[in-house]
């Protein structure tokens, strides 16, 4: 019996005009399901005319009745050419070309995709993947993912941060639909801004990015793409409930408007309003808060003419209040402003956050020359936090204004394409830290050029430059290069190197410093920004993707080093328990990362993901060159997912469970500290798990239950000095693990389509 694997490409009822064909591309099995295929080459022999199949193998070509030769292609199967005489349903099987006797294989798509044939090293992360988890907010999208690393940033304000390659959020471009979102100050909460179900993908660019988004991304980007209100549900509720008391309710509502305009509008809410001290040290183990968020999103589409465009419009209002269980911000706020002389002083913190935002996009596809397009980002946002933190003040307005045009053709053919165009940011900022008041404007204007050769099967590769005028960090240069190389089935070597330059925003970006009695100390250097100087970092990245069939089922297996230098970096100083410090780095930086991942489709409906991450972070501190604190040097991941069999009438259950471990991490000095006040050299080792249970009981409605931290692991006493918080030795950031300890939630999502 031959090994056979079919893929079909489907071209549906539904074509938008005679002049383009919509299709999908899909791997058959022999329950005959649609598992749509990503990354498949669909294009007309002897034109320029191609596309690639996106994360669920749907695609459009343009089509003339010239064109008669359709070719599909995909990495690892024999390329077929399709005659095609009228844009007509075709049903085509693709032969792999390595044929093995007495296999059969089978498999479905992938929550989570990596692609063989694009140059950047792309993780693309879809909403079934999103669904594994409670997920209620972007911050909490990646429990699932081995190349992101998830924690809390202290242990009063309920953050959790992220970090990729064993650097900081800062580090990373974080963006929404391509423009550049959680950045200024959003740095600190602005991951949790974004509701989990307004996402429909997550793009996770390691290494250096793309020059067409800026050029502040240095340890890579992640991109998050919304739902489309032409796409998603015409009602969508989901309702959240933990045994926190935390509740949330998210609610879609898309209608159509007219032959070309959709609209959608999207309400988030969560409250958590019940006090919680499981450790008995008197401080809430999770913030109170309430959030709304609203967005209005607008859609208008005209494939005849090529014209694209969305329009969004947001509001959110977050508040919360965290400290000890005593505090009532009534009467409590700001203490420190009278004279201490009771000893009832009760420390607490308050962080209110009104954000506006406006953006839209335009795009443009030239129906006669469909290799040649426009497209026009702007975004204009409005951020305002208001806060204290016991005796500390940090308020921040900040409003940004970003703007991009880019224009895509290509040299030839359709394996030399080109990128260009221009991108304008604007940034004020007025900050208010206890008593000194800090304003700032930035603005840059740059321009980019990039070009990709793309020879499919064999070779990608995209070289890319910007230089860009900034008011406060001047004239430079961005060069950015990615190439990969496939020279058997199923394989995808992978390189890049790439600059990146940042203003740091000391202070929002480090808001678990006013958290501590330590006093803050900013080492002016003469730079134009606090008085330091712009950080810069050269990343470097290789990489290795192979794919192969075990036991007659699908695996694959990534090797990842990525080495990021700083040539200047503005040094987060913790090694004196009194103070903190900034300063301009004096030595080197660098953060090395090396991850291994193994995923295998074990038996019908079984994925298992598997990680192996080593991190080695260093750093010249004025004390001398010591591993970054609290970043393991070793971590574990695991991913289990299980789903049944779709029945006929909907039905359906999916098992999923994530386990992490993380080995010892380095606490920042506490030797300054009385002995009451000292901690260990390095933390414990931790270990967690995750797990969830979706019943489906119809396309219509399902339920899932969950739990996190199922193992109760608790970091035992993480506030130290929380029996003196006024005192000199009070400390919230000396956080490796969970606080609150196990935690289960249950929820359920309607929808109609």
Partial sequence: MRRVIYIIVMLPVICFSQDKISGMVMEANDKDQHIGLAGANVFWLNTEVGTVTDIDGNFTISYKPSYKKLIISYVGFKTDTLTIDAPKFIHHWLKPTDNLDEVVVTSRKQATAKSYLKSQNVIIVSSDELLKAACCNLSESFETNPSIDVNFADAISGTRQIKMLGLTSPYILIATENVPSIRGASQAYGLSFIPGTWVESIQITKGAGSVVNGFESIAGQINTELVKPSKDDKLFVNLYGATSERLELNTHINTKVGDKWHTGFYIHGNTHQKKHDVNDDGFLDMPLFNQINLMNRWQ???????????????????????????????????????????????????????????????????????????????????????????????????????????????????????????????????????????????????????????????????????????????????????????????????????????????????????????????????????????????????????????????????????????????????????????????????????????????????????????????????????????????????????????????????????????????????????????????????????????????????????????????????????????????DSTFVYGPIFGSMYYTGLRYRIK
């Avoid at 694209?308 to 420190?336: H, R, W």
């Avoid at 946002?381 to 224009?407: M, P, R």
């Avoid at 006013?514 to 950080?535: C, H, K």
């Fill in 300 to 730: 208008y589409t005209d494939t005849r003419k090529g014209f694209v465009s969305f329009i969004n419009l947001k509001f959110l209002n977050d508040e919360k209040q965290t400290g000890e269980l005593d505090f009532n911000p009534d009467t409590d706020k700001l203490t420190a402003n009278e004279p201490v002389l009771s000893g009832d002083e009760v420390w607490g913190s308050e962080i209110d956050t009104k954000r506006y935002e406006v953006s839209a996009k335009f795009g443009y596809v030239n129906p006669e020359v469909p290799w040649q397009s426009l497209g026009v980002q702007t975004a204009f946002s409005s951020h305002k936090q208001e806060s204290y933190f016991g005796l500390n003040v940090y308020d921040i307005q900040h409003n940004s204004l970003y703007a991009n045009a880019i224009y895509n053709s290509i040299i030839s053919d359709s394996r030399h394409k080109i990128k260009t165009g221009i991108s304008y940011t604007y940034d004020h900022y007025d900050e208010l830290v206890n008593t000194t008041d800090y304003e700032r404007t930035e603005n840059s204007i740059g321009g980019f050029f990039e070009y990709s050769y793309d020879n499919l099967e064999l070779l990608n590769l995209t070289a890319g430059i910007r230089i860009d005028r900034h008011n406060l960090l001047g004239t430079f240069i961005t060069p950015r290069l990615h190439l990969r190389y496939s020279p058997w089935s199923k394989s995808a070597f992978r390189a890049s190197f790439g600059r990146g330059k940042r203003s740091a925003n000391i202070f929002t970006e480090n808001q678990q410093l006013f958290a501590t009695s330590r006093q803050i100390n900013v080492m002016n250097s003469g730079g134009n920004i606090y008085g330091l100087d712009p950080e810069i970092a050269w990343n470097y990245g290789l990489s290795y993707l192979q794919g192969f069939n075990l036991f007659g089922r699908k695996a694959d297996i990534t090797f990842d080093f990525y080495k990021t230098d700083f040539t200047n970096q503005v040094v987060v100083d913790w090694e004196n328990p009194q103070d903190i410090n900034f300063y301009n780095l004096e030595g080197k930086s660098f953060a090395n990362s090396f991850q291994v991942e193994l995923n295998y489709n074990a038996f019908e409906g079984f994925d298992l993901r598997t990680a192996y991450k080593y991190y080695d972070v260093q750093t010249d501190y004025t004390s001398g060159r010591l591993e970054r604190p609290l970043t393991p040097k070793h971590r574990i991941f695991a991913n289990a997912g299980y789903e049944t069999e779709l029945k006929e009438n909907g039905k359906q259950w999916k098992f999923d469970a994530t386990f992490n471990w993380l080995s010892d991490q380095r606490y920042a000095s506490t030797l300054g500290n009385p002995s009451q006040y000292q901690l260990p050299e390095r933390t414990p080792t931790i270990a967690t798990l995750n797990a969830q249970i979706t019943k489906v009981f119809s396309p219509k409605f399902e339920v899932y239950l969950g739990g996190e931290n199922i193992t109760n692991v608790r970091q035992p006493n993480p506030i130290l000095g929380a029996d003196d918080p006024f005192g000199a030795n009070f």
